[in-house]
């Protein structure tokens, strides 16, 4: 085992860090260090830190040109271990551990504060004394308890080990940026807006837009009042509920083409526009603050600026510095194959372990070689669309490749009777708890702490109150698609953490992640270097999260200078 060091910030900037033995207990001296970044010189970057929260500490050391190797985040860990037992939601800072632990009072978790940025001025940072090495310790152990408690402990070491290895990447991505080019995101806006007005209004290209919808209803109509366009289009004969784009589209009405091009820039306006870029950009690098495993299924999420919708017109901003490259990596139908893994189909493992597409390769088996429908089938069963054609298509699906379809469909039952749901490596899905009968005795049996992980029953149940019935198959089609969304997500994980050890020696830096998508920036004469570790850091995921099966998980990369090259 490599060496374990807890790190806590004490007063006045200081930090106290102690080596830690097998069992987790303080080995030596407790030594005061006078900050995050002379520890990490000081005691190597090797190894792995045990700390509060990496948003607490990492961002200054990535400031400071440091790196450490690998981490184990307590809080991380803390709402991990919550989910599985069931309590998902429940205060998860170490100070709440702290006192669960004590049997005292649990605290309310302090703001999020990710060291970037500023904590607002009416919110204390951390309104909490600084924890001491051995009550960090003291929680630190516990959690490693509750891990051996869990039907497998093993997955779940990985689980916690991959998600603080995502705050690393997270860390260092912050502080690394997209390369931005803000002169030629200017550019695309004036193709597409025309010019600005003086105050803040709408551009040319929209007003004009907004003047062509007036005049085809034949009076002063708001485009960006969805209200005022359905009242429109009532008072010209023609009922609609909305004005999303699948509803109008097929409309004929002189509107609806200036309308649907007005939609489509106002929200390059208001998501990408100017105020956008100057809030967002700044020294030629977008900067979002990116979340690991923001979401109850993993995903990732940013703190601000969109990241993760960045239109393709847009990406045309988005340019490699001189002499350098955007490696930009797709994983290719990733749901399927994750399906493969987590069901061991045999049938489904062999086709996702072919080359080529995956897609055609069922539609061979199953659905005489219509790909389409073989692809409406495979989504269908992930997604939960199983009626009219999608029934017929998961019935042809469920023939071929039965294990595939039983374990998204016990996924679906376990949410509808309320039980919790897992993926692979155990991340929980939140029980099913909503507004019940007044006397709040409503409810059904849930699967208690102990079930098994990895799938989606267990032993034991408990009572969760205020279940409503009415709620059950909306959850059955969220923990159809938890358990393959979250288990991708665990998968990616690996990934990243395999990818940023790879590039560890390299000037390449990762600048971007979203679910299935990586980028990573780079000297010209390291991208081919780059576009193996990612080939290696999948093959590396897959044997890491699935153990040894034949499904592969290929990326689709391009060496690109510019993002929307890339599509």
Same mark, same amino acid.
């Given at each position: 085992?490599?060496?374990?060091?807890?790190?806590?910030?004490?007063?006045?900037?200081?930090?106290?860090?102690? $080596?830690?033995?097998?069992?987790?207990?303080?080995?030596?001296?407790?030594?005061?260090?006078?900050? !995050?970044?002379?520890?990490?010189?000081?005691?190597?970057?090797?190894?792995?830190?045990?700390?509060?929260?990496?948003?607490?500490?990492?961002?200054?050391?990535?400031?400071?040109?440091? $790196?450490?190797?690998?981490?184990?985040?307590?809080?991380?860990?803390?709402?991990?271990?919550?989910?599985?037992?069931?309590?998902?939601?429940?205060?998860?800072?170490?100070?709440?551990?702290?006192?669960?632990?004590?049997?005292?009072?649990?605290?309310?978790?302090?703001?999020?504060?990710?060291?970037?940025?500023?904590?607002?001025?009416? =919110?204390?940072?951390?309104?909490?004394?600084?924890?001491?090495?051995?009550?960090?310790?003291?929680?630190?152990?516990?959690?490693?308890?509750?891990?051996?408690?869990?039907?497998?402990?093993?997955?779940?070491?990985?689980?916690?080990?991959?998600?603080?290895?995502?705050?690393? !990447?997270?860390? =260092?991505?912050?502080?690394?940026?997209?390369?931005?080019?803000?002169?030629?995101?200017?550019?695309?806006?004036?193709?597409?807006?025309?010019?600005?007005?003086?105050?803040?209004?709408?551009?040319?290209?929209?007003?004009?837009?907004?003047?062509?919808?007036?005049?085809?209803?034949?009076? $002063?109509?708001?485009?960006?009042?969805?209200?005022?366009?359905?009242?429109?289009? *009532?008072?010209?004969?023609?009922?609609?509920?909305?004005?999303?784009?699948?509803?109008?589209?097929?409309?004929?009405?002189?509107?609806?083409?200036?309308?649907?091009?007005?939609?489509?820039?106002?929200?390059?306006?208001?998501?990408?526009?100017?105020?956008?870029?100057?809030?967002?950009?700044? +020294?030629?690098?977008?900067?979002?603050?990116?979340?690991?495993?923001?979401?109850?299924?993993?995903?990732?999420?940013?703190?601000?600026?969109?990241?993760?919708?960045?239109?393709?017109?847009?990406?045309?901003?988005?340019?490699?510095?001189? /002499?350098?490259?955007?490696?930009?990596? +797709?994983? #290719?139908?990733?749901?399927?194959?994750?399906?493969?893994?987590?069901?061991?189909?045999?049938?489904?493992?062999?086709?996702?372990?072919?080359?080529?597409?995956?897609?055609?390769?069922?539609?061979?088996?199953?659905?005489?070689? #219509?790909?389409?429908?073989?692809?409406?089938?495979?989504?269908?069963?992930?997604?939960?669309?199983?009626?009219?054609?999608?029934?017929?298509?998961?019935?042809?699906?469920? $023939?071929?490749?039965?294990?595939?379809? =039983?374990?998204?469909?016990?996924?679906?039952?376990?949410? =509808?009777?309320?039980?919790?749901?897992?993926?692979?490596?155990?991340?929980?899905?939140?029980? *099913?708890?909503?507004?019940?009968?007044?006397?709040?005795?409503?409810?059904?049996?849930?699967?208690?702490?102990?079930?098994?992980?990895?799938?989606?029953?267990?032993?034991?149940?408990?009572?969760?109150?205020?279940?409503?019935?009415?709620?059950?198959?909306?959850?059955?089609?969220?923990?159809?698609?938890?358990?393959?969304? /979250?288990?991708?997500?665990?998968?990616?994980?690996?990934?990243?953490?395999?990818?940023?050890?790879?590039?560890?020696?390299?000037?390449?830096?990762?600048?971007?992640?979203?679910?299935?998508?990586?980028?990573?920036?780079?000297?010209?004469?390291?991208?081919?270097?780059?576009?193996?570790?990612?080939?290696?850091?999948?093959?590396?995921?897959?044997?890491?999260?699935?153990?040894?099966?034949?499904?592969?998980?290929?990326?689709?990369?391009?060496?690109?200078?510019?993002?929307?090259?890339?599509?």
């Amino acid at each position: 085992m490599s060496q374990r060091w807890v790190l806590v910030p004490g007063e006045g900037g200081g930090v106290e860090v102690a $080596r830690l033995g097998e069992d987790g207990e303080v080995v030596g001296e407790v030594v005061r260090e006078a900050g !995050v970044v002379e520890a990490v010189r000081k005691w190597g970057e090797v190894g792995r830190w045990v700390w509060r929260s990496s948003g607490e500490v990492y961002a200054g050391v990535v400031a400071a040109g440091e $790196r450490v190797e690998r981490c184990y985040d307590v809080e991380v860990a803390e709402g991990l271990l919550l989910g599985y037992e069931g309590k998902f939601g429940a205060p998860r800072s170490a100070w709440a551990a702290l006192a669960r632990l004590r049997g005292a009072a649990v605290p309310e978790d302090p703001p999020v504060w990710s060291g970037s940025g500023q904590p607002s001025l009416f =919110e204390a940072r951390e309104a909490l004394a600084p924890l001491s090495v051995g009550e960090l310790v003291a929680v630190y152990r516990e959690q490693l308890r509750r891990i051996e408690r869990v039907a497998e402990p093993g997955r779940m070491r990985l689980l916690t080990a991959a998600e603080s290895a995502g705050t690393l !990447v997270a860390g =260092e991505m912050n502080a690394a940026g997209l390369p931005w080019r803000a002169d030629v995101h200017r550019e695309v806006l004036r193709e597409l807006l025309g010019e600005r007005y003086a105050g803040g209004g709408e551009p040319r290209r929209l007003a004009e837009l907004a003047e062509q919808v007036s005049v085809a209803f034949g009076r $002063r109509v708001r485009p960006d009042l969805p209200a005022d366009v359905v009242k429109a289009f *009532a008072q010209a004969g023609i009922k609609v509920k909305s004005t999303r784009k699948w509803e109008i589209a097929s409309i004929d009405h002189p509107a609806v083409a200036p309308l649907l091009e007005y939609k489509r820039l106002y929200r390059i306006w208001v998501a990408h526009g100017w105020s956008w870029l100057q809030e967002w950009v700044r +020294d030629g690098r977008f900067r979002p603050e990116f979340l690991a495993g923001g979401t109850v299924t993993g995903r990732w999420v940013t703190n601000g600026g969109g990241a993760l919708q960045i239109p393709k017109v847009i990406r045309r901003a988005v340019v490699a510095d001189p /002499g350098w490259r955007l490696v930009v990596a +797709d994983a #290719d139908q990733m749901e399927p194959r994750v399906l493969a893994a987590i069901s061991r189909d045999p049938g489904l493992m062999e086709v996702a372990g072919r080359e080529g597409d995956l897609y055609q390769a069922v539609s061979d088996r199953a659905f005489s070689g #219509d790909r389409d429908q073989a692809k409406l089938a495979v989504l269908g069963a992930v997604y939960g669309q199983t009626s009219g054609d999608g029934l017929k298509n998961l019935a042809a699906l469920r $023939r071929r490749f039965p294990r595939a379809v =039983e374990y998204v469909d016990e996924a679906a039952r376990a949410g =509808e009777e309320g039980r919790l749901v897992r993926t692979w490596l155990g991340r929980t899905c939140p029980p *099913a708890v909503t507004s019940g009968d007044a006397d709040g005795e409503a409810g059904i049996p849930v699967e208690a702490p102990g079930g098994a992980s990895g799938g989606t029953s267990g032993e034991g149940s408990a009572w969760v109150p205020g279940y409503a019935s009415s709620n059950a198959r909306a959850r059955g089609r969220f923990t159809r698609n938890f358990v393959v969304q /979250g288990s991708a997500a665990d998968w990616a994980l690996l990934m990243l953490a395999a990818l940023r050890q790879a590039c560890a020696g390299m000037a390449a830096e990762l600048v971007f992640f979203q679910h299935d998508e990586v980028i990573v920036h780079c000297p010209a004469d390291e991208a081919e270097a780059v576009v193996e570790a990612i080939r290696e850091a999948s093959r590396t995921a897959a044997v890491l999260t699935f153990g040894q099966t034949p499904v592969r998980f290929p990326f689709t990369t391009a060496v690109v200078e510019c993002y929307a090259d890339a599509k």
